[in-house]
């Protein structure tokens, strides 16, 4: 008898946490399910990236010293470098396994990287699609590269209305829909996303049925999106896959003992979690609201804050609120999220933390900065009713009392019963979907056993 061979699939993430993290999920999926995954990712981050079962190899953005970093942050130039050397370094990679015994059978790749199918096609594999932000953004942008809506230029075009969507004034825009002439390299990055997504074979987005099941009725009118979410390491869903309480990338050490031990000492529900990503910066004045809204709310806090960021709490801010307030440099979100203690998450509404936090059942004060954020801040308000968003003044500030009446309303307030309710039932909706025989779960299946069938006869089909 002819042994089948093992389907084998390449997963490739943009370089960056919040893009890392939910393919390396995703790859650690596929492996549970018997698919042999290998992550493709730069020489700059390869080394974070450590997981039981998962192959890392390395493909070139022509940064290998320090990514966009070395670009002074130009998109533009950074996206086009990755283009011309991730092509030649993924071809290289495919080329290398092609007389192996497990050649590559799909690529998997990250939406901002729409080249790689071309390489996909090139070398005969399948290709999949991976969109890491919610299928309500993903609408957004699809349909206006398609031209079905335009982007709103004054207040006459207001509220942006997207079928599916609820009407979204415009701070609930995507800061690249509401001011496109100030982004216009990130605008041209989220509509190249769909310049020919409607030629992979497989398109996946990181979110489940329940959660967006209004939008996902429009949505698969424009393309065949499969939801394959929330991906969140197993041990705080599902728990199929042994041992996996971590994404497996971490471009920053946790301290992980500090925080445990500060919160074990604590009462639960009664501790704020605070992070804004590992990219958001929060202008100096905002930062001093936030800090002062925290000490005179008089809740237990953990903030989590960057070392780059610290300059620009109060001066000696630290002493301050030493007797209620920890503040770290990173700990491990998802552990914390987990924790009794923890009542109440302020975010900045990234994708990746707003799934968490459904995840593991925990409300949310909403302080997104930009780009996606704001209309996840308008669904985890409006449509879960798992948390508040405080109104920004015309300066773009939340100050001090709106920030401590949002605290208050979740903590404690009339609303914190109910925003509590909503939040387990986002929690038990979200193991549902990726357990067996779940929503997410089973498109996974129907995706494994399609590469099963592609590796078996060669066949190249759209599922």
Request: proline letters at 5%; glycine letters at 6%; aromatic letters at 10%.
């Amino acid at each position: 008898m002819v042994q089948q061979r093992q389907a084998h699939v390449v997963v490739l993430p943009y370089p960056a946490q919040g893009h890392i993290n939910p393919l390396l999920q995703f790859a650690k999926r596929l492996a549970s399910k018997g698919v042999k995954a290998t992550v493709a990712t730069t020489h700059y981050t390869a080394a974070s990236i450590a997981a039981p079962n998962i192959t890392v190899e390395t493909i070139s953005d022509g940064f290998d010293e320090g990514g966009i970093a070395q670009t002074n942050n130009d998109v533009r130039l950074f996206l086009s470098s990755f283009k011309t050397n991730g092509s030649r370094t993924l071809s290289h990679l495919l080329r290398n396994h092609h007389h192996t015994a497990t050649p590559v059978t799909c690529i998997v790749y990250d939406s901002f990287f729409p080249w790689a199918l071309d390489v996909a096609k090139h070398h005969g594999v399948c290709a999949a699609a991976f969109f890491t932000n919610s299928a309500a953004v993903c609408s957004v942008f699809c349909r206006i590269h398609h031209g079905l809506i335009r982007v709103p230029v004054d207040q006459q075009d207001l509220p942006l209305r997207v079928p599916g969507l609820p009407p979204l004034e415009r701070d609930a825009l995507p800061s690249f829909v509401r001011f496109p002439e100030s982004y216009p390299a990130y605008m041209a990055m989220k509509l190249s996303q769909f310049s020919n997504v409607n030629q992979a074979h497989w398109i996946f987005v990181n979110t489940f049925q329940h959660l967006e099941a209004e939008v996902l009725k429009e949505l698969t009118k424009l393309f065949p999106a499969k939801m394959i979410g929330p991906m969140v390491p197993s041990g705080y869903l599902d728990g199929r896959i042994k041992g996996d309480k971590g994404y497996g990338a971490s471009l920053w050490k946790p301290l992980n003992e500090e925080c445990n031990n500060w919160l074990e000492a604590k009462e639960p529900k009664s501790v704020v979690y605070i992070s804004f990503g590992s990219m958001v910066s929060l202008t100096a004045e905002q930062m001093e609201e936030v800090a002062w809204g925290l000490k005179e709310s008089g809740v237990s806090f953990l903030w989590v804050l960057r070392e780059s960021e610290h300059g620009k709490l109060p001066s000696g801010y630290r002493d301050l609120v030493k007797d209620r307030g920890l503040i770290v440099t990173w700990c491990n979100q998802l552990e914390l999220l987990a924790h009794q203690a923890t009542g109440c998450f302020v975010t900045h509404c990234g994708w990746n933390s707003t799934l968490e936090s459904l995840s593991l059942g925990v409300p949310v004060v909403c302080l997104p900065q930009w780009a996606d954020q704001l209309p996840d801040a308008k669904f985890l308000e409006d449509v879960w009713e798992v948390g508040v968003w405080p109104k920004e003044d015309e300066k773009g500030v939340v100050r001090k009392q709106e920030f401590v009446k949002a605290l208050k309303d979740v903590m404690e307030g009339e609303r914190s019963q109910e925003i509590r309710r909503n939040a387990i039932k986002w929690k038990k909706l979200a193991r549902e979907a990726v357990d067996e025989g779940g929503t997410s779960d089973m498109h996974i299946d129907q995706f494994v056993n399609y590469l099963k069938n592609v590796d078996k006869n060669g066949s190249l089909k759209v599922y």
